[in-house]
């Protein structure tokens, strides 16, 4: 559905059809396009455009709504087909890289940040071609599959976010970093806890409960390892009201990375496909975790709903 609405009423998440009236702006001389950063909606709030015009069936509305259509549908079919493709390629040849990684960890060697950096360049050129596609494959796991395809789902949902929150490219990329490893704790923990189906007792939920510090300890023992990424991986489970582990810290005490990665961590976990249990959709989950009180941080949570809606529109 088309219409019409002042230039500064433009917010991400909007597909711009046309711009009205005269600017000096490269931005507004592409023909449609997809507002997918705050950055660029303030360029065109100041742009002195009279107006624009917006498709709600592909972006966001003014209530920060879309319409309800399949993401991606009014794609070319074929270039859908072989962008899921490229996706599964990527992710597979990813995890490869990242089950290496960890195997020489458990073996005892330290995590090598030149190990992990073809992995992150693989995830964000992935992302670049196209967010939905990419995000949407990361979901399908199986059992056997879902430490390593935990780790690279949640690194990219922390560079998609954290590119939309128009990060600096390099804190993107630590953060993509941090996302790999914040379960790399996990690794001394027996695999017959962390694939345990029924409920786990007191002794096996307090060695769950230990990986972030396990983790930290293992990423501390490498020389240059990002202050951002040793934050992540400690702190990722961690609540906005005190509640979290492993150091119940308030939310006045937790950084914004951490709390970015809490979201992403939960939001993966419970959106992901695999053979033992049904998974949440995304708008469920997101209800599901808007309604957890003291759990995230709430603002935060918000703009995660609305990247995510950026990132189901589709590119033209």
Not at 110 to 119: F, Q, R, S, T, W
Not at 232 to 244: F, K, Q, S, T, Y
Request: charged share 25%; aromatic share 6%.
């Amino acid at each position: 559905m088309l219409k019409r609405i002042e230039a500064n009423q433009v917010r991400p998440g909007m597909f711009i059809e046309a711009v009205e009236g005269s600017w000096n702006d490269p931005l507004l001389g592409r023909h449609r396009f997809l507002v997918r950063r705050e950055s660029d909606a303030q360029r065109l709030r100041g742009s002195g455009a009279a107006g624009v015009v917006i498709n709600t069936a592909k972006g966001v509305d003014t209530n920060g709504l879309r319409s309800n259509v399949p993401a991606y549908a009014s794609e070319d079919p074929r270039a859908v087909e072989a962008q899921t493709k490229a996706a599964r390629e990527t992710i597979q040849k990813s995890a490869e890289q990242l089950e290496d990684v960890f195997s020489r960890v458990q073996g005892g060697a330290g995590v090598a940040l030149d190990d992990i950096a073809p992995v992150i360049s693989g995830l964000s050129t992935s992302l670049d071609d196209n967010p939905a596609i990419f995000l949407s494959v990361t979901r399908l796991k199986s059992k056997d599959e879902t430490t390593f395809l935990h780790s690279l789902s949640v690194s990219a949902l922390m560079i998609h976010f954290a590119r939309y929150l128009d990060f600096d490219e390099e804190t993107v990329r630590v953060l993509g970093i941090g996302g790999l490893l914040h379960d790399v704790g996990k690794l001394e923990i027996p695999q017959e806890i962390l694939s345990k189906e029924g409920k786990l007792d007191d002794e096996e939920m307090k060695l769950i409960r230990s990986h972030p510090e396990l983790g930290h300890a293992i990423l501390q023992r490498q020389a240059g390892m990002p202050e951002i990424v040793l934050d992540v991986c400690l702190n990722h489970h961690e609540r906005i009201d005190g509640r979290g582990y492993p150091n119940m810290l308030p939310g006045s005490k937790l950084s914004i990375y951490a709390r970015l990665a809490a979201i992403c961590d939960v939001y993966d976990a419970i959106t992901s496909i695999r053979p033992y249990k049904q998974p949440w959709s995304p708008a469920e989950a997101l209800k599901w975790m808007l309604g957890r009180e003291g759990h995230f941080d709430t603002k935060l949570l918000k703009r995660f709903a609305l990247c995510l809606s950026v990132s189901s529109a589709p590119k033209v």
